[in-house]
């Protein structure tokens, strides 16, 4: 069982750059396919990258070419860079096992991203 904790959110101005982190308190090796995701008040949350245990990479078209998914197993940590921000990207960033999505007991409090025009 892993416990997972996002930091690294803020402000930031529009096509500013920003990383986030995602810690696991157990060995993050344990999961294959880690996923960041996003959700805006009401909505649903929205998958926008992920990355294997083996490091590979897939993104959502709305953030390909600005977003950058890397693991580090040895630190236990799952990294999100984000370039060239957009005010589109304002929300709260979360990230989990993707197989764990359904389980409401899985998501932890989520890293808040504003980004201003």
């Known amino acids: 069982q892993v416990q997972l904790v996002e930091s690294g959110g803020g402000l930031v101005q529009a096509g500013g750059s920003l990383r986030l982190s995602c810690a696991a308190s157990?060995?993050?090796?344990?999961?294959?396919?880690m996923g960041w995701y996003r959700q805006a008040p009401g909505k649903q949350r929205e998958l926008v990258a992920t990355?294997?245990?083996?490091?590979?990479?897939d993104y959502a078209d709305s953030v390909k070419g600005r977003f950058t998914v890397s693991r580090d197993n040895a630190k236990n940590t799952v990294y999100l860079q984000r370039n060239r921000q957009k005010p589109e990207d304002t929300d709260v960033y979360y990230c989990?096992?993707?197989?764990?999505?359904?389980?409401?007991?899985?998501w932890g409090q989520g890293t808040q991203v504003t980004v201003s025009s």
């Open positions: 989990n096992d993707v197989k764990s999505r359904w389980n409401s007991d899985s």
């Open positions: 990355i294997t245990r083996g490091g590979s990479a």
């Open positions: 157990g060995s993050i090796f344990s999961i294959n396919r």
